[in-house]
């Protein structure tokens, strides 16, 4: 399984921008797809997911009410709508894939895209 992202860059800050993830490979099965991120001298934080069947959705409360997490099944592509960025959104983000199949959560990881907020 492969996970390509795309759509980070230098905003400034309050600016917006749309992380995207597609996912393929034999045998793809998703349970949930996701992101984290990594900031610079810290750890890594869970911040989005989405159970692919039925669409439930999870925020971490750095991001709640300003990230929207959304799916395209049909394109095994997951998004990341990233409103009224802030400095501290600055890292590396993620995108993360959790195979019904594999007993562990987060089975695949991609490799990850740069987000820089500044003005």
């Known amino acids: 399984v492969q996970l390509q992202a795309s759509g980070g860059g230098w905003v400034q800050p309050g600016e917006s921008l749309l992380l995207s993830c597609t996912a393929s490979?034999?045998?793809?099965?998703?349970?949930?797809m996701g992101w984290f991120r990594q900031a610079p001298g810290k750890e890594r934080e869970f911040i989005l997911a989405i159970r692919w069947s039925g669409g439930s959705s999870y925020y971490a409360h750095s991001v709640a009410g300003r990230f929207a997490i959304s799916r395209d099944n049909a394109k095994n592509t997951v998004y990341a709508q990233m409103n009224a960025l802030k400095p501290e959104d600055t890292a590396v983000y993620y995108c993360v894939l959790d195979d019904p199949l594999r007993e562990q959560d987060w089975d695949y990881w991609g490799k990850g895209t740069l987000v820089t907020v500044s003005s």
């Open positions: 490979g034999p045998n793809l099965s998703i349970y949930r």
